[in-house]
């Protein structure tokens, strides 16, 4: 098993950047497909990124691609998510999730995610 804990959100104006972390203790985190998901007031849960398991091999939802990162640091058992060029879109809270794999074309869903963090909130202003 492992336990996560989301960190790095906050207040930024569009144009601007935000790294999210999110540490994990237990398992080493590598042994597991990661993902960074987000849930804006009124809206359904949206896939960002994941990273696949013992890989360094990514995948974005459209509207986040060239603009996000997801990354991952074996040796602290933390995974990250490097935010640029927000956008007022981009407002809403982020949790990061685990998965004992990916799923190809539906990972964006979450539904095979088991371990959540407890999500940190990002907000852009335009």
């Known amino acids: 098993q492992v336990q996560l804990v989301d960190s790095g959100g906050g207040s930024q104006q569009a144009g601007g950047s935000l790294r999210l972390s999110c540490a994990a203790s237990g398992d080493g985190i590598r042994s597991y497909c990661l993902g960074w998901f987000r849930q804006a007031p009124g809206k359904e849960r949206e896939g960002v990124a994941i990273i696949y398991t013992y890989s360094t091999t990514t995948a974005y939802t459209e509207s986040v691609k060239g603009r996000f990162t997801i990354s991952r640091d074996d040796s602290k058992n933390t995974l990250y998510l490097q935010m640029n060029s927000l956008e007022p879109e981009d407002t809403a809270m982020y949790y990061c999730?685990?998965?004992?794999?990916?799923?190809?074309?539906?990972?964006?869903?979450?539904?095979?995610?088991?371990?959540w963090g407890q999500g940190t909130q990002v907000t852009v202003s335009s």
């Open positions: 999730a685990a998965a004992l794999w990916c799923e190809n074309n539906n990972w964006p869903k979450g539904n095979n995610f088991i371990f």
